[in-house]
Each structure stands twice: as C-alpha cells, then as structure tokens.
C-alpha cells in the first residue's frame, strides 16, 4: 500500500501527460522514499525502470539493455535507431560486441572518442568548481582521486592500438585477424577479458592494469583459468600489461613459460 506523495504524484503524472519531452529530477535525503514514489509512478505505465549496480560500466550496460528487451521486447533493433545512427556516423559512440560474435545480444554502446569520456566523466560533477575560477580544486578534488578508474578502459584502447602496431609489424606470435574486448557468462558467472586477438585456432589473451602497484602472480594465474574456458583454441598466449611493473613472482613464470609476456607502460611508449 502506498499512502502520501500525492502532491509528488500529481506533479509528475502532470509532466507526463504534455506533450513535451520532460526530465525530472527527484532528488531528497537517504531513505526517504525516492525510489518507492518512482516506482509508484511508473506502476501503470510503460516504462524503463534501471538501477545502476556498483559493478563497471559494462556489465551496467548489459543490465540496462535488459531492462530494455524486457519492456519493447526482444525484437528490439536499435540499430535503426535514427540518434544512435547520427550519433554512430558522427564516431561518437560504437556498437561494441564481444570478439568473435558478431550476433551477439550482449553488444553494448560506448562512447567512442575518449574527449567525450573525459568529460561526461568528470566535468558535469566539478563545473561549479570550474566555472567560479576553481579549476585546480576541481582537479583535486574530484578528477585526481578517480583518475585511475577513468584510466581502465582508456587503458584497454592503447594496449589495443599497441598489439595492433606489432601485429602490423609481424612481431607477435602469430597475425591475427579480430581483436577486441570479450564479456559474457560462463558457469553462471559474468566474465570479462580486456583484450583477445585470434586467428584460427590460435588466441592472445590479455589483461591490461592501469593502477599504482605491480601485478602479481595471482593476476597472470587468473587470466590463464579464463583461457581454460575457450578450448576451441590450440594454441594460446598471454599478454599481461601494467602501468606499474611486475611483482618477483609474474616475472618467475614469465621466465618459466614461454607463452606469457609481460609489458610495462615504459616499453608500449618506448
């Protein structure tokens, strides 16, 4: 039973019912039923409802695309969506798959050019800042704590640009044909591989760090037991690329086996 809001309720079914597009922005103190008047709300209409997880962007992507298959069906073709072709044409956002299926559901839009990811990611929050002359707080204070995070998957695009140097270069294992980032679910678990390049039956797995400490050799360990889940590939390597260095241990199996490679930031720029 939902008892109170009414005022709230009127307001929004009145926006609702023009014929203008509208935002509303409910805003209020924790636990003092945002949520529930929402859902309230959108009881008795056709509607998107999308709460963000704390998880990456990606697998929030992926949610959020249910939530839309759930309400327009899965026949849905947003391809031919006339803003997402303008948006496409324009090389601001990209249909992303998952390597090697190319009709895969689980293909996601991102933002393609990294001025654009910069700034939806950290200018709206710090514009007050900037706006009164305040630019180096805002760095402070809100961009520099969240650098690394951003860094990730900007990250993932240069190492990606750096494998397809060497591929063009003819100094990689193998020349390999696709290349991209993989994601999906394996054994009820949601998995992601930040770079597989392929060729055949042939595969290059790779982890990409963008953070303050070395990797270790829990990390190189983990990507192999992702490698296990690809049997149709014979032969297999890892690439493993830090903005930090190695730790003793990745660089004891590194000498051990011949099929990893470890890459730090200094030698992609060197």
Known sequence: MFIGRDTELNKLNKLYYTDEFQCCIIYGRRRVGKTRLIQEFIRDKKAIYFASLITSSKQNLLKFKREVIDVFGDDLDIEHNDYIRSLISLGLIENEKPVNENESKRNIYVLKDNLFKFWYRFVPDSLKWIEAGLSESAYEDFIKPNLSDYM???????????????NGAMELPFMFGNIGRWWGEVNRRQEEIDILAIDGDKAI??????RNEPISSNIIKSL???????????????????KSGFDKGAKDIEKENSLIKLISFEDMVA
């Open 224 to 242: 192999i037991e992702k490698g296990d889940m690809f049997p149709q590939f014979k032969q297999k390597y890892y690439f493993f690329f830090s």
């Open 152 to 166: 990730g998957n900007v990250f993932e695009d240069i190492c990606i640009q750096y494998m397809m140097r060497k």
């Open 205 to 210: 797995f790779g982890e990409c760090k963008w």
